[in-house]
């Protein structure tokens, strides 16, 4: 018998229950550990802590169907760098977190890097901005905040727009104040700003060690500070400062974001009293509405619980606090953690101690992909990660004035400092370090204008500045000894160089040491005298010291303050006897040629233009040929008197009297000008002359100027020193016969020296043998020598150089500057070949115009057939002989019948135009009149009588009246054919 199994009713109510179970399991969020480190005590700690709370509570209350939850274990690290490594050990060990969020000061943050590291736990940390802690190699390391080295490129910018030379960084003992000094220091020396003493002040330093250290400042020249350190330490710094006097209108005080993020947190009284003028540059915060729906929140949840704690101000490091938590929830969501677990490592049994005792995170290495991708918009701003780190944004300038701070303009990465920020694209390239774009700032003790940084030092070490001895040309130094045997020292090189020392923007003790040995005499050459600064006897050497190439290999040479250049004197001799053929040189023969060409060329095409209307362009042969040279050379002059009647030719002649103004004024300058030369004609013009005829010559005694000389081959005993322009004058007198010099090669200084005193006698001729003129030596890598540089720019473009010229060059004969002899100041055609090549294309255009015309008029001829009778000679021949005719239909060959009265009978004489023959002409049809309508016969000349003709004939020629006909047959072939054909109609 087969048995059933019982069926079991189940109650609805228990199905139910067991539903809603299990959607309440499945609806669960999954929980994630995370585990925050901050000092409990520390006002950024307890602000960061209420920050992420809530941040989560907001995040979660938005984001409400996320799968994921965070759940905070706090630890407190108690200031301490072992407290927060046992905090951070513990939630790893203990807690098994996921990731921590903290710590909160740079010196804890190498060793939980490290942790985190061997545990792949991501340690995300809102303040520890020290920029040593990237060189920690850990991918699992994420700074939620700025890098400190991201505002140093503003703080250089600022220090450049106003100009200061030197910066005293003041920054405390430790991780947080060593990590931003290697990038400080490089975007100082960028902008050419020296840092020339460090300021290093302990962590925990007593008001004693603050007070020490400020003296050491006030003995010192700068007094541009910049300070790097947080508002503990900062604030008591400021208070010594203002007892000391710091805070006077003589004193620059800048401030790093250490700083500027916590101003609102500070004591009211420090930033009234102990900070006024202070600038410095935080991070820019753009405003949102998120940003003060938060404040306010802040102010509604966290004030109530602190009452009378001011400390709990809102600042930047909160909302990174706050944006750090977010970003954190949104990687665990992406990241689909369910059952984060620690895989547990081996133990090992000759550890003594348990700190590898945690294992590895399971999830760690996607969850800290997925955190390095977040991007979203913060409290701070935008959230995106570069490197592991916050990227930088513009960075506000900030002046402390009463108990807040007011932004004066802004540092953007791509245009500098900038009034206002400008969100949209910009179309500025240029990066500007301008003060003109920061507004107003009161400084220290209430100054209004820019402090300039410097002061004289009370204690200062002087520099050991020294001065060549001068046996002659005390013109450029010149040294006496006192009684006590202390020196004046005098002279244009001296006051050049206390003028560039003046114009520095900060303040340089110096003293002036001669050159000299124990007797007052010279110690050595000028080459030993820069070498003693190569050795260190000198801190700069000044004087009359030329910058060359051999002694730069020892020190290094600011820019020259005097002309370069080394020349050579030759005495001067009266040129009396003048040569007969100097009319001649002014013009080289090239340029004589060209010349005659041209004046012949423009003559002949005159004479072509002119030929068949001008009676003054006809005649016999050799007339026309002289009318052709006389034309031409005539109007060198402008004495042609030839009437010209085509207007191509009066085109052509207004060029060519524009050329022949040019040519004759270049000429008359030359002539006079080569004349005037000659006067002063110099005894040499060439060194190869010296070297061949084996002459003396001069050279300044110690001067490079001797090895120069060498160099051009001079014999070492044909070269005498000379000390003084006097001397040198002696030598000349002598000449080279008589133990004196030919010539003298000296530095170009020298050389107008010497000619203020003697121009009428020498004079300097080339090639003039380049040298850098007359600088200041100071050992290699000095910092004073770009900044001295650009003082002597300022100082010789200035009326301040002129008068200490004027001091010790002044000349009180007519002639202070020297002259220059040019060995060759003829004019070549290389001067005048624009001028004839328009003259070519006019003539040329000119003389296609006319050909083409004359042959238009004359197409008949050149169009006849071709046969026995028209072969290519007899059409050329006939043109020819067409050409050589005149043009009876020119106005200037009309002639006209007026009434007269002839041998007492009066007669009205018509008009009569002589037309030409029928040979050479077409005749008009107004001119012929035929026998009947339609006749074919030969036309008939429609005239006077002959007797009218005889009578009252006039011919105007010339402008001229006369009642006689004359009949020229040499001139006037045409006339002829006219007066035949007049007979036969007759």
């Avoid at 200031?79 to 996921?98: S, T």
């Amino acid at each position: 018998m087969k048995l059933e199994a019982p069926i079991v009713a189940i109650p609805p109510l228990v199905v139910l229950l067991l539903l809603l179970n299990i959607g309440m399991a499945q609806s669960t969020p999954f929980p994630v550990r995370v585990g925050v480190v901050v000092d409990m005590d520390d006002y950024v700690g307890k602000m960061g802590l209420n920050c992420i709370t809530m941040a989560l509570s907001d995040f979660y209350t938005k984001h409400g169907h996320y799968k994921t939850r965070l759940v905070l274990t706090k630890r407190d690290s108690k200031k301490d760098v072992v407290g927060a490594a046992a905090a951070a050990l513990d939630l790893l060990k203990n807690v098994q977190v996921q990731a921590i969020i903290g710590p909160l000061s740079s010196m804890q943050a190498p060793f939980m890097i490290h942790l985190g590291n061997k545990s792949q736990v991501p340690i995300i940390t809102f303040s520890a901005s020290s920029p040593s802690l990237l060189s920690i190699q850990s991918p699992y390391f994420v700074r939620a905040a700025l890098d400190d080295s991201s505002q140093v490129k503003a703080i250089a910018a600022t220090v450049k727009a106003y100009g200061w030379r030197e910066a005293v960084p003041i920054y405390v003992d430790n991780e947080f104040g060593h990590g931003i000094m290697p990038f400080l220091a490089d975007s100082l020396e960028q902008v050419n700003v020296h840092i020339p003493y460090r300021s290093v002040i302990p962590s925990f330093a007593t008001d004693d060690q603050i007070v020490a250290e400020l003296y050491k400042l006030m003995r010192n020249q700068t007094r541009v500070f910049i300070v790097h350190m947080r508002t503990t330490l900062g604030s008591r710094l400021f208070s010594k400062a203002k007892l000391l006097g710091m805070m006077s209108e003589d004193y620059v005080w800048i401030i790093t974001d250490g700083m500027t993020n916590e101003l609102s947190s500070m004591d009211r009284s420090v930033l009234e009293e102990d900070m006024q003028g202070v600038i410095g540059v935080r991070p820019h915060i753009l405003k949102s509405e998120e940003l003060h729906k938060f404040k306010v929140k802040y102010e509604k949840e966290i004030r109530p619980q602190n009452p009378t704690n001011h400390d709990m101000n809102l600042n930047i490091f909160g909302f990174w606090a706050y944006d750090s938590a977010v970003a954190l929830a949104m990687a665990v969501e992406k990241a689909r953690i369910r059952n984060a677990t620690f895989l547990k490592k081996g133990s090992d049994s000759t550890t003594p101690t348990d700190l590898e005792g945690f294992g590895v995170s399971s999830i760690g290495t996607e969850l800290i992909q997925m955190l390095s991708n977040i991007t979203f918009r913060g409290l701070a701003g935008e959230f995106k990660l570069v490197e592991g780190q916050l990227e930088s944004p513009p960075y506000q300038i900030i002046n402390v004035i009463g108990a807040g701070a007011r932004v004066v303009g802004y540092w953007t990465k791509g245009n500098g400092i900038v009034r206002e920020l400008n969100f949209e694209k910009s179309t500025k390239e240029t990066y500007s370090t301008s003060k003109s774009n920061i507004g107003f700032i009161m400084w220290p003790g209430d100054r209004k204008n820019p402090p300039k940084g410097w002061v004289t030092p009370t204690n200062g070490k002087k520099l050991r500045i020294g001065v060549p001895i001068k046996l002659r040309f005390f013109e450029f130094m010149h040294i006496t000894w006192n009684s006590d045997n202390s020196t004046k020292v005098e002279g244009y090189c001296k006051d050049v160089f206390d003028m560039v020392i003046e114009a520095l923007p900060y303040g340089v003790q110096y003293e002036y040491i001669p050159f000299a040995t124990s007797d007052h005499k010279r110690a050595g050459s000028y080459d030993e005298f820069v070498y003693a600064v190569y050795k260190g006897e000198f801190d700069a050497a000044v004087g009359d010291v030329t910058i060359i190439a051999s002694r730069s290999q020892y020190v290094d040479f600011t820019l020259p303050y005097t002309e370069s250049g080394v020349s050579m004197v030759v005495p001067v001799k009266n040129d009396k006897n003048k040569n007969a053929w100097a009319f001649l040189k002014p013009l080289t023969w090239q340029l004589w040629l060209t010349s005659f060409c041209s004046f012949v060329f423009i003559g002949f095409l005159i004479w072509i233009l002119e030929h068949r209307i001008n009676e003054e362009f006809r005649g016999p042969l050799w007339h026309q040929v002289g009318t052709i040279f006389w034309f031409a050379f005539s109007t060198m002059v402008f004495a042609n008197r030839e009437r010209v009647i085509s207007n191509l030719s009066r085109f052509l002649l207004i060029i060519w009297f524009l050329v022949v103004l040019i040519l004759t004024q270049s000429y008359t300058a030359s002539l006079t000008s080569m004349l005037t030369v000659q006067e002063l004609k110099p005894t040499i013009t060439d060194v190869n002359e010296l070297i061949r005829n084996k002459e003396t010559v001069g050279y300044h005694n110690g001067s490079f100027v001797f090895e120069l000389l060498k160099g051009l081959s001079f014999d070492e005993s044909r070269l005498l020193a000379y000390s003084s322009p006097e001397d040198m004058h002696e030598l000349f007198r002598k000449g080279s016969a008589k133990g004196g010099i030919s010539a003298a090669f000296d530095e170009i200084p020298y050389v107008k020296l010497f000619l203020a005193k003697y121009c009428s006698k020498y004079i300097t001729v080339g090639p003039m043998y380049k040298t850098d003129g007359f600088g200041f030596a100071f050992p290699i890598g000095s910092p004073l020598v770009p900044d001295i540089s650009r003082a002597i720019l300022n100082v010789t473009e200035g009326m301040k150089m002129m008068e200490v010229e004027n001091k010790w060059f002044k000349n009180d004969t007519e002639c202070a500057d020297f002259i220059e002899f040019s060995s060759s100041n003829s004019l070549g055609i290389e001067s005048f070949w624009g001028l004839f090549m328009i003259v070519g294309i006019a003539g040329v255009i000119a003389l296609i115009i006319y050909v083409t015309s004359f042959l238009y008029e004359n197409w008949h001829v050149v169009h006849q057939g071709s046969n026995a009778e028209t072969t290519l000679a007899s059409k050329s021949l006939e043109l020819l002989q067409r050409f050589n005719s005149k043009d009876i239909t020119c106005h200037t060959f009309k002639k006209y019948e007026q009434r007269v009265n002839h041998n007492g009978c009066g007669c009205d004489c018509a008009r009569i135009v002589m037309e030409p023959s029928d040979e050479y002409f077409h005749p008009s049809p107004s001119t012929f009149s035929h026998n009947s309508p339609g006749n074919n016969g030969p036309p008939s000349r429609t005239s006077s009588s002959p007797e009218a003709l005889a009578g009252c004939f006039t011919i105007r020629h010339g402008g001229e009246e006369s009642n006689v006909i004359e009949h020229d047959q040499d001139q006037d072939q045409d006339q002829q054919s006219a007066s035949t054909v007049a007979q036969e109609t007759h």
